[in-house]
């Protein structure tokens, strides 16, 4: 079998008449470093080098790109051909001038690739990063030993702990980039090889990053420990890779590899980078739809009913995202108030720099408040964002046929309602579908777009679209009660613990200790225990897995915004253990014949989180999810489930089937019947025989349509 990806060789004469050979990486879509492409590397430069015409070398990248790094898909299944670290030295070892042209990303291996060349030419539109540590791993080709070379081991710890890139200006301030020109591809090229050429007969001998120790004046590596232990809690590349940074700064290079050689073994072979590479691809499957060969709609202009905060954040990504935005309330009253809080976050913006304002002009000019339903005529997509009232709703739908054009997607931001019950008001049932956001809209990242049995796969298709158009982590869910990520987190078993035993701290401190961004008990004390405590106290409908919160709320404990709920906190919001609140529980308790408890931290995580994970096997079997990584997507990106574990299913998986369903069984759960089947049957969640029984429960309810 042909190897993936190749180098491509071709000659070119510089301005001053020399002549400079001209390798690019060819391996689409983004030239990941490919066994292709690193054998290419091999044979290439011996080529270059044993050619006497040739006097200098030039180091590009096809497709809009220098270079994505590593090809992460040969991970799970095993490298093979010529090691980058070694390519990359064979590189640095050229006798003739080596210059990286780059245009567009130079992300981990490629930046690692660029930092073994002797010098970097970059475009102005190109961006330079070290993101392994958002897949749990280092720069394992060099570039915990070479950044720090060049730029120092300070500002290395926070390029490579942070893993955001540079823009190409940022990366020439830092010395990263030589020269940076204006224009495309062929100018940068031009301009490369022109240096290159230039640079024939120099000493490059000072210009190879594996010389002499790195800088490490004023960094103090346990300060920095601490800092990123905090900065990315739970996390272990951050501290390997300053372990490394560390070796650069008292260690020859080679003996510098040993370190990172070491410390990024460790890592590959780790469960957190295991889960992260998992992330890295469920985030980009989850937008492809099997089974969906519809072309979507157009999506230039989208009309959102109701300015409350879900409305007014929606308008807020669909603006940034360039479409026409119509902000429809009824109530002028209501309207104002949306748009001012729009306006609001903008100067927000604009004072933390994140935007300028000739940007925020320009997406204001694109949102038209508007307190009547014909202003939607001529929408793409509206998008219907009151509060969760179904017969409001449904008028709101009706209203939709009268001035909607033919092939409007009709949407509804509802977070629990059934869709089809909804798409019954409309003369248009399969233009509706569920566009599922969380609060607030703005800021997360999930989409949940519900199908209804209805829906039309145009309109799935436009969703789909819109989702990504609006740079949403996209999901395509089935109608069921809760969707995806509020079903399965709903069933977590924080309310048994709370009631029979165990206090807040005791669970928040599990949850936290396995990553999750705060416990349940300071989560329901953001989200205020006031909000579905009143509606029960109105409806009498207290039920005995609530006495806890019902008692909270009944003492008038609705947490953050008044300063007293399962903790008690100060005018800035910090908060601390209140021995009044604990009273209350230990009296409620009391009456209901519960004792105080004590269990390990594993055993509050497996009460809180394996009903999760039985609840995501349901979802699967019932069809409501096309794959595990749907469900695990929805998870991390709707609840912060923490996403170096992969998600509650990546999570099972690591644990193993036939323990979760033993765990399960223990604690007296119901199991689903799809977990039962995966452990008679041996089977994994990445195998065929799982991924075909799983398709046929989500194409059974999919050939409803
Ligand atoms: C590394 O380098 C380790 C070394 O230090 C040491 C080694 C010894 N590999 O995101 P997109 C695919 S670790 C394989 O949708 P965009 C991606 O799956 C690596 N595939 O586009 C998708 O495939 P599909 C460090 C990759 O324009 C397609 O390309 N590097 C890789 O929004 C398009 O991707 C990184 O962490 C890869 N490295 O964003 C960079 N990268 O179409 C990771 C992408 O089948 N990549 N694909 O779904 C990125 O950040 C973004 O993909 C990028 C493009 C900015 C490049």
Redesign the pocket.
């Known amino acids: 079998m042909a190897m993936k990806g190749a180098v491509q060789y071709e000659k070119r004469t510089a301005a001053n008449g020399a002549c400079v050979a001209v390798l690019t990486m060819d391996s689409a879509?983004?030239n990941?470093?490919?066994a292709g492409v690193r054998t290419g590397f091999e044979t290439r430069i011996a080529e270059a080098l044993a050619d006497a015409e040739v006097k200098a070398i030039v180091i590009t990248g096809a497709h809009g790109?220098f270079c994505?790094?590593?090809?992460?898909?040969?991970?799970a299944s095993g490298?093979s051909g010529p090691?980058?670290?070694v390519v990359i030295n064979t590189i640095e070892a050229s006798t003739k001038p080596v210059v990286a042209a780059i245009d567009g990303?130079a992300?981990?291996?490629?930046?690692?690739v660029a930092l073994g060349c002797h010098y970097r030419v970059a475009s102005t539109r190109s961006?330079a990063?070290?993101?392994?540590v958002?897949?749990g791993?280092?720069?394992?080709?060099g570039?915990t030993q070479r950044l720090p070379r060049l730029i120092g081991a300070a500002a290395s710890i926070d390029f490579m702990c942070r893993?955001a890139?540079l823009k190409a200006d940022q990366a020439a301030k830092v010395g990263l980039f030589d020269t940076v020109v204006a224009g495309d591809k062929a100018a940068v090229l031009k301009a490369a090889v022109d240096f290159a050429a230039e640079k024939v007969g120099s000493d490059i001998g000072p210009r190879r990053l594996s010389g002499g120790t790195a800088k490490a004046a004023g960094v103090d590596f346990a300060k920095k420990r601490k800092e990123y232990d905090t900065l990315r809690k739970g996390e272990v590349a951050p501290q390997a890779i300053i372990t490394c940074i560390e070796a650069s700064t008292d260690r020859e290079f080679t003996e510098g590899m040993k370190v990172e050689g070491k410390e990024?073994g460790k890592l590959m072979f780790g469960d957190q980078s295991k889960a992260l590479q998992y992330m890295?691809?469920a985030e980009?499957?989850c937008?492809?739809v099997p089974g969906l060969e519809a072309k979507p709609g157009p999506l230039d202009m989208c009309g959102i009913v109701g300015a409350g905060l879900m409305g007014g954040g929606i308008a807020m990504c669909a603006a940034e995202a360039g479409m026409r935005v119509v902000l429809l309330d009824v109530d002028p009253g209501n309207l104002d108030r949306g748009m001012a809080v729009i306006k609001k976050n903008y100067a927000r913006s604009v004072d933390r720099k994140s935007k300028t304002q000739s940007q925020v002009d320009k997406i204001m000019s694109l949102i038209s408040p508007s307190t009547t339903y014909d202003s939607l005529g001529q929408c793409d997509i509206v998008v219907e964002a009151v509060f969760e009232n179904m017969d409001l709703k449904k008028k709101i739908f009706q209203s939709f046929d009268g001035v909607c054009k033919p092939g409007c997607i009709l949407a509804t931001n509802t977070s629990r309602l059934n869709i089809d019950t909804i798409a019954s008001a409309t003369k248009r049932p399969e233009d509706v579908i569920g566009c599922h956001f969380f609060s607030p809209a703005n800021v997360m990242k999930l989409l949940e777009n519900v199908r209804g049995p209805r829906s039309s796969p145009r309109t799935i298709a436009t969703a789909m679209a819109f989702g990504q158009k609006l740079k949403k982590v996209t999901c395509l869910v089935g109608n069921c009660d809760g969707f995806i990520a509020n079903r399965v987190m709903g069933v977590s078993g924080w309310t048994g613990l709370i009631n029979g035993g165990l206090l807040p701290h005791q669970i928040d401190q599990a949850a936290e200790s396995y990553g999750m961004k705060m416990g349940p008990a300071r989560m329901n004390d953001l989200v205020g225990l006031d909000l579905f405590g009143r509606e029960r106290a109105n409806t009498g409908n207290a039920k005995p897995d609530t006495i806890v919160t019902d008692a909270m709320f009944a003492a008038n404990r609705y947490g953050q915004k008044n300063g007293k709920g399962f903790y008690k906190y100060d005018d800035k919001l910090r908060l601390s253990r209140d021995p009044e609140a604990e009273a209350l529980i230990h009296s409620v308790w009391k009456n209901a014949g519960a004792t105080p408890k004590t269990m390990s931290d594993e055993e509050i995580i497996d009460t809180l989180y394996l009903p999760v994970v039985n609840e995501g096997f349901k979802c699967l079997e019932e069809g409501m999810a096309s794959r595990p990584s749907d469900i695990d997507v929805c998870c991390v990106f709707g609840y912060n489930w923490p996403r170096y574990t992969g998600g509650p299913m990546q999570w099972a998986s690591a644990v193993g089937l036939p323990k979760i369903l033993e765990k399960l069984e223990a604690m007296g759960e119901k199991p689903s019947e799809l977990l039962k089947e995966c452990v008679k049957n041996n089977w994994r969640l990445n195998s065929k025989a799982f991924t075909a029984r799983i398709s046929s429960a989500w194409s059974g309810t999919w050939s409803k349509l």
């Not at 994505?68 to 991970?75: L, Y």
């Not at 990063?129 to 392994?132: A, F, T, Y």
């Open positions: 879509p983004v990941a470093l490919s790109c994505a790094g590593a090809d992460i898909s040969e991970f490298m090691p980058l670290p990303v992300l981990g291996g490629g930046c690692e961006q990063g070290l993101p392994e958002n897949l791993l280092l720069p394992g080709a570039g893993g890139p990024f890295f691809f980009r499957q937008a492809k």
